[in-house]
């Protein structure tokens, strides 16, 4: 195993990503069109927020019970993105190894992480990409 290898070596470096001024639909839109689980927020260049599809279930009732759609309409027209995401979300340098990445993701108890490089967004990675990379090395 590679014991210094970078997290850009597995992170996602196509990232969908949202504005802090996008509206809810949109992130919806993007989570179920692209089967996407965490989406960075940007203000500008910066990384304001994660939201995740779990955040996103959590405002809809119409998966849970008939005829709930317009509740879920007026949910979603009453909060906005900065409501509903994680503010401030921790980030990881991609230099950072992937050690040190799953150490993060463990103790920390993250899903995703933003990976940022000279302070922009370069990529995100998981815990899924993490333990994809742990299985290639047995």
Request: glycine share 4%; hydrophobic share 40%; charged share 25%.
């Amino acid at each position: 195993m590679k014991r210094r290898e970078p997290v850009s070596h597995i992170m996602t470096k196509n990232v969908f990503t949202v504005k802090i001024t996008d509206d809810l639909h949109e992130v919806i839109e993007l989570v179920k069109k692209n089967h996407i689980r965490h989406l960075p927020v940007l203000d500008g260049a910066e990384v304001v927020g994660i939201i995740s599809s779990t955040d996103i279930n959590r405002l809809t009732f119409s998966s849970l019970f008939e005829n709930q759609e317009g509740a879920d309409e007026a949910i979603l027209e009453m909060l906005s993105i900065q409501q509903v995401m994680t503010q401030k979300p921790r980030t990881v340098e991609a230099s950072l190894s992937i050690r040190e990445v799953a150490e993060i993701l463990t103790t920390e108890e993250y899903h995703a992480l933003p990976v940022v490089e000279n302070g922009h967004l370069a990529g995100i990675v998981t815990t899924t990409d993490v333990i994809k990379y742990m299985l290639e090395q047995y």
